[in-house]
């Protein structure tokens, strides 16, 4: 067997394998707790209806996107190997057109422009580490957090000065392999994660307006779930598990003997609910309590949260630990985003880990750097419409990259894939887990990921 065969590489690659089935749980948990669960989610739920927004999230959530993530892990456990090497595998033994294989290669490029402004963002959290450590906000009025943020942002240096270490971290855990590395930071993160969330928690419980962050985050109001909430339940619990880039393929080319992959996948989505709610329970009672209006995204995490931290008691301290909380949920999705593209560098180009992860960082940046140009010197450059590159990176990797990488999945996984090859890497489950999972990821799960393509264009137009 020729030494470039997928095969031959998937043989080499099953010598790097998580060492327990916790090890790859907590792998997938630190790759799907993204930014996104922390300044969007609980936020979601509190403004279309509370309980009916997460009964269609949960639904969603189990019917595609768990179905969908399962099979990147089936594609990877039975390839042992890197995404476009695990396909190429599957597709010479169930006698499939190699084409499939442009999944594998739309993934890893998924991959490397998400990273792109991920790195861009996570430099910002770098940032604000020091900042809280300085002092900065405290006592601070509203006008003067949101300047800092501002001029953050029109001053490219220090921006690219925090986005490259912000790579540098990612690139050098990487490095260090999937045992010294990848599995160190798993078992760090997500513990940490939890610790750093209960002290949050129990700080909101002493300061915070809990009560009225109760009533946003939990009760039921139907009059504000209509249609456009539907949509945005089903987007998000789509995107919460990070299907369609590849990492539950990576991952599964990792994957320990006999291990039980639907209910492990199960297991995570559930995680990454529980982080999400619990990451609400910890920020909005500190928002309500300074009489501030809840949001999401930046504006949430970079001016409403320094300004009520800053004017609390030992405010400082508990920012200082909300954006160490946030560094290691960004630097957890960053590492993990990285291994798709990585694994093949080093496995097709035979490269070691060290010399992968240079090459690869060194990409990521160049993107990440031109992402933050257009912010400050590049902010009139149009890309798509009148799109930044730094939107347009949005744009094109959410909305079309993820779920085409995504569709393509169930497809190949659903019909093109025999029975008897997914059945073989499932076979620790049940024969009626295996026929729902089937039938979800046939039936259910393309639709629902058209539908939201679909909707993405129309919104855009």
Sequence with gaps: MPQNH????ALRAASGAWSSRTTFMLGLTTAAVGLGNLWRFSYLVGEN?????????LATLFMVAVPVMIAEVVIGSHGRANPVSSVLAACERAKLPRVWSVMGWLMAL???LILANYAVVG???LAYIQK?????FSAASAQAVAAVFSSHLADPEPMVYWQSLFILLTFTISALGIHRGLAVLFWLAVPLLLV???VLIIYSLEYGAMEKAGQFLFSSVSYDFDSGSVLTAMGHAFFTLGVGVGVGIAFGAYAPEKLPIGRTVMAVAVLDTFIAIAAGIAIFPIVFANNLEPAMGPGLMFVSLPYAFGNMPQGETYGLLFFLLVAVVAVGSAVALAEPPMSWLKERLRLRRPFAALLLGGVVWLLAWASCLSFNQQQHAHWLGELTLFQSLDVITVEWLLPLGALLVTLFAGYALPRHITRLELYRESNDFYFLWRACLRYIAPPVILFIMLAAYIGNL
Aim: hydrophobic content about 55%; aromatic content about 14%.
């Design 123 to 125: 430099g910002w959290t």
């Design 49 to 57: 209806g509370g309980a009916l927004f997460l009964l269609v999230y």
């Design 110 to 112: 998924t991959a490397i």
């Design 196 to 198: 750093l969330l209960g």
């Design 6 to 9: 997928p095969m031959s590489i």
């Design 132 to 136: 809280f450590d300085g002092g900065l």
